[in-house]
Antibody, heavy 114, light 110 residues
Framework: EVQLVESGGGLVQPGGSLRLSCAAS????????MSWVRQAPGKGLEWVAN????????YYVDSVKGRFTISRDNAKNSLYLQMNSLRAEDTAVYYC???????WGQGTLVTVSS | QAGLTQPPSVSKGLRQTATLTCTGN????????AAWLQQHQGHPPKLLSY???NRPSGISERFSASRSGNTASLTITGLQPEDEADYYC???????????FGGGTKLTVL
């Protein structure tokens, strides 16, 4: 059974940093592009970033370029999102998903507030 | 990044048919087609269809997708109370190198 489990969310002050993790199981993690997608409270889905199987290609939504970094460790079956210079508008539930959007984690809430 | 366009809400009666639309451009919907996702309140999204009308295992045949040009559609037949949810379309945009989403359609089953 495919499972994606996010962790690392929480309350952080504006300008702060947070690192999200996503533990994958039930499939060959190293064979798939992976994505992070977020959803602000009461709002729609917004794709944040994705990463190729070997980490050699990464793409980001404009609003997070230069602030967020996606990475992966195939030996640990894990996906990461390093978030720096956080802003109030980054407040959202962050989901880890296989790039084809066929499997999603339960999400982890990030709240940016003073 | 520009998103896809979906109507904010659609209301239909029990056992009726609902058709949801999603409009993009030739770089996204018109290029590789759209994926459709269903999201119930408090839950993560669930993939209903990808690349226009490929249903993942376990998805009811009541859900069918299609595309005409830059517009994708999701048709839900025999509406049930459990179909009441938010529906999102998404497509890979080859010019942006990014996934783009629609704003979502809230489906109400009367």
């Amino acid at each position: 059974e495919v499972q994606l489990v996010e962790s690392g969310g929480g309350l952080v002050q504006p300008g702060g940093s947070l690192r999200l993790s996503c533990a994958a199981s039930g499939f060959t993690f190293s064979s798939y592009w992976m994505s992070w997608v977020r959803q602000a409270p009461g709002k729609g889905l917004e794709w944040v970033a994705n990463i190729k199987q070997d980490g050699s290609e990464k793409y980001y939504v404009d609003s997070v370029k230069g602030r967020f970094t996606i990475s992966r460790d195939n030996a640990k079956n894990s996906l990461y999102l390093q978030m720096n210079s956080l802003r109030a508008e980054d407040t959202a539930v962050y989901y880890c998903a296989r790039n084809k959007l066929d499997y999603w984690g339960q999400g982890t809430l990030v709240t940016v507030s003073s | 990044q520009a998103g896809l366009t979906q109507p904010p809400s659609v209301s239909k009666g029990l056992r009726q048919t609902a058709t949801l639309t999603c409009t993009g451009n030739s770089n996204n919907v018109g290029n590789q087609g759209a994926a459709w996702l269903q999201q119930h309140q408090g839950h993560p999204p669930k993939l209903l269809s990808y690349r226009n009308n490929n249903r993942p295992s376990g998805i009811s045949e009541r859900f069918s997708a299609s595309r005409s040009g830059n517009t994708a559609s999701l048709t839900i037949t025999g509406l049930q109370p459990e179909d009441e949810a938010d529906y999102y379309c998404s497509a890979w945009d080859s010019s942006l190198s990014a996934w783009v989403f629609g704003g979502g359609t809230k489906l109400t089953v009367l």
